[in-house]
């Protein structure tokens, strides 16, 4: 019997870590967060109500294992001076399934069997409403997660505007998790939406399965200046409850000077830094490896070593 990964998080990260670990003999539940309010995706919610599905489809066709061609036609972008531009098909698709049958889950399923899709995904939520918020260290507040992103600002509470309903399917894939994973990606827009619900939080309390966190290659510009690999750990820490992290996965990988350079001067982005003392303090195992690459001069996790990591932890026992 294969064993059960539930995955949270959202964006880039989440889509990436799939493409590698969907070929594994595992079984993923790859819950998404459902509250960004941009492009594409913003313009159906205020269109028609509806919860963000672009995340969602990312997931959805990094984890089919369909032509590459019909992946990148869920993906294409209209570029038109019509109502279609900058609209995705993918999302487009999404949005007429959800006016057909009523439910983002059903849709999501009905578009997971279309691509052939053998593993989960869920919203983290399926209410229409949902509103991310950031109370900066100014005490400044921010509504709206493309809001919070472009502000690049040090924020010291992330939240709902209103409390989300978290699906049941989602708290009971929680619950029958054998490891639960905190996806890389955003901290404040993509992991954090899914683990500040307070059902979320309860079910991870109950939880015996170990809390893994995929720490991020690369700081991102406000919000995570110069962390360390602890530091993103506090952070999340500090959302939880009884239930903090048990282990981390980075990446120490020497990356070439020039690469670091454009990101720090271009992109205000540094390597994060493993920092072993504090690690030790916090009583959080580390595996970390070399797991960096760099594509068309952008740096990414190489999936299949990130994923490999995952399922050699998995099969320990």
């Given at each position: 019997m294969q064993k059960k990964v539930v995955i949270l998080g959202g964006g880039t990260g989440m889509s990436f870590l799939l493409t590698g670990l969907k070929d594994f003999p595992v079984d993923i539940t790859a819950v998404i967060t459902v509250s960004d309010n941009g492009r594409s995706t913003g313009k159906l919610r205020r269109?028609?109500?509806?919860?963000?599905?672009?995340?969602?489809?990312?997931?959805?066709?990094?984890?089919?294992?369909?032509?590459?061609?019909i992946k990148e036609m869920l993906e294409y972008r209209f570029s038109t001076t019509s109502d279609l531009d900058g609209h995705a098909v993918g999302n487009l698709i999404l949005t007429s399934l959800l006016d057909i049958t009523g439910s983002l889950k059903d849709s999501i399923a009905s578009l997971s069997k279309l691509l052939d899709v053998n593993h989960t995904v869920l919203p983290i939520s399926e209410d229409a409403d949902l509103t991310l918020m950031g109370l900066t260290t100014a005490d400044e507040i921010i509504e709206g997660e493309e809001q919070i992103t472009a502000s690049r600002k040090k924020f010291k509470k992330i939240y709902y505007k209103k409390e989300p309903k978290v699906l049941e399917e989602v708290l009971n894939s929680i619950r029958d998790a054998d490891l639960i994973i905190f996806s890389m990606g955003s901290l404040y827009t993509s992991l954090l939406p899914n683990i500040i619900c307070r059902e979320i939080k309860e079910v991870l309390n109950k939880s015996k399965a170990p809390i893994m966190y995929l720490c991020n290659a690369m700081t991102q510009p406000g919000e995570t200046d110069k962390f360390?690999?602890?530091?993103?750990?506090?952070?999340?820490?500090?959302?939880?409850?009884?239930?903090?992290?048990?282990?981390?996965?980075?990446?120490?990988?020497?990356?070439?000077?020039?690469?670091?350079?454009?990101?720090?001067?271009?992109?205000?982005?540094?390597?994060?830094?493993?920092?072993?003392?504090?690690?030790?303090?916090?009583?959080?195992?580390?595996?970390?490896?070399?797991?960096?690459?760099?594509?068309?001069?952008?740096?990414?996790?190489?999936?299949?070593?990130?994923?490999?990591?995952?399922?050699?932890?998995?099969?320990?026992?």
């Amino acid at each position: 019997m294969q064993k059960k990964v539930v995955i949270l998080g959202g964006g880039t990260g989440m889509s990436f870590l799939l493409t590698g670990l969907k070929d594994f003999p595992v079984d993923i539940t790859a819950v998404i967060t459902v509250s960004d309010n941009g492009r594409s995706t913003g313009k159906l919610r205020r269109e028609f109500n509806m919860p963000a599905v672009g995340d969602i489809r990312k997931v959805i066709t990094n984890l089919s294992p369909i032509d590459s061609t019909i992946k990148e036609m869920l993906e294409y972008r209209f570029s038109t001076t019509s109502d279609l531009d900058g609209h995705a098909v993918g999302n487009l698709i999404l949005t007429s399934l959800l006016d057909i049958t009523g439910s983002l889950k059903d849709s999501i399923a009905s578009l997971s069997k279309l691509l052939d899709v053998n593993h989960t995904v869920l919203p983290i939520s399926e209410d229409a409403d949902l509103t991310l918020m950031g109370l900066t260290t100014a005490d400044e507040i921010i509504e709206g997660e493309e809001q919070i992103t472009a502000s690049r600002k040090k924020f010291k509470k992330i939240y709902y505007k209103k409390e989300p309903k978290v699906l049941e399917e989602v708290l009971n894939s929680i619950r029958d998790a054998d490891l639960i994973i905190f996806s890389m990606g955003s901290l404040y827009t993509s992991l954090l939406p899914n683990i500040i619900c307070r059902e979320i939080k309860e079910v991870l309390n109950k939880s015996k399965a170990p809390i893994m966190y995929l720490c991020n290659a690369m700081t991102q510009p406000g919000e995570t200046d110069k962390f360390t690999v602890s530091d993103h750990i506090k952070l999340i820490n500090s959302y939880l409850d009884q239930r903090k992290i048990d282990v981390v996965i980075a990446s120490n990988t020497k990356l070439d000077e020039d690469i670091v350079k454009v990101y720090e001067t271009e992109e205000q982005k540094d390597q994060v830094i493993i920092d072993h003392d504090n690690l030790e303090n916090m009583n959080v195992e580390l595996i970390e490896a070399d797991m960096l690459t760099v594509i068309d001069g952008v740096i990414r996790h190489n999936s299949l070593k990130l994923s490999s990591c995952i399922f050699s932890y998995l099969m320990r026992d």
